[in-house]
């Protein structure tokens, strides 16, 4: 970690904020029955897909599709999960939303996601952190790296000293390309060893935060 205090933390979302992968799983089922696709994805194996840009997933469930048929599919998918996720939401890890507003009081907080248009503000509203969170760029957006969101968010608030929060060797691997410090939570759904800070629980990571002058 850099000595110097970042003035803004940006946040990865799922597994660093919170898990809703059953919510996730759901609508793809739901999806795969409805249009009748012999198609069944299992909660663990989409768990390591987190954090995947979006054209890696669906390769991934859909090895035997085009890339338009997987497009149109999972139209569908965001289109039900939209729905789904108001209602069914996920689990917030504890300490996050306690912790969030904490860490408001002295830095500028971001979320940037590899997720869908749309999911990240779902996600805010379902955890009542809309007061928290300065701005959000989803992969959806653009269908640009994680990095590349990070370097725009950056660029776009005029931030001087950032660091990004994630759970995975992916999140680690977009934070060295964006140039920033890369900040590594152990409860999410990822392994790594190359990282700046380590911690195991989002209490520990504000009050860690919340202690630098």
């Not at 989409?46 to 997987?70: N, S």
């Not at 939209?82 to 939303?97: A, C, H, I, S």
């Not at 300065?134 to 931030?159: C, F, Q, S, V, W």
């Not at 995975?168 to 140039?179: C, I, K, M, P, V």
Request: negative net charge.
């Amino acid at each position: 970690m850099t000595q110097r205090r970042p003035d803004s933390i940006i946040f990865d979302m799922d597994g660093t904020l919170w898990d809703a992968v059953d919510t996730y799983t759901d609508s793809w089922n739901m999806v795969f029955k409805e249009m009748g696709i012999d198609i069944y994805v299992d909660r663990n194996e989409l768990a390591k897909m987190v954090g995947w840009e979006g054209k890696k997933v669906h390769a991934a469930i859909m090895p035997d599709f085009d890339e338009q048929k997987r497009q149109s599919i999972y139209a569908r998918v965001n289109e039900l999960r939209r729905e789904l996720l108001p209602k069914n939401g996920g689990t917030l890890y504890d300490g996050v939303k306690e912790g969030l507003e904490k860490l408001a009081g002295q830095y500028k907080l971001y979320i940037v996601s590899n997720c869908a248009v749309g999911v990240i503000r779902l996600f805010i509203d379902w955890a009542g952190i809309n007061d928290h969170i300065i701005d959000e760029i989803a992969y959806g957006t653009n269908y640009m790296p994680k990095h590349h969101n990070i370097k725009m968010l950056i660029e776009r608030h005029g931030l001087e000293a950032a660091v990004y929060v994630g759970d995975t060797e992916g999140d680690g691997e977009q934070s060295r390309l964006a140039g920033i410090p890369f900040v590594f939570v152990t409860y999410g759904f990822g392994e790594m060893d190359n990282h700046d800070l380590r911690f195991d629980n989002f209490t520990d990571l504000t009050s860690y935060f919340m202690a630098l002058t």
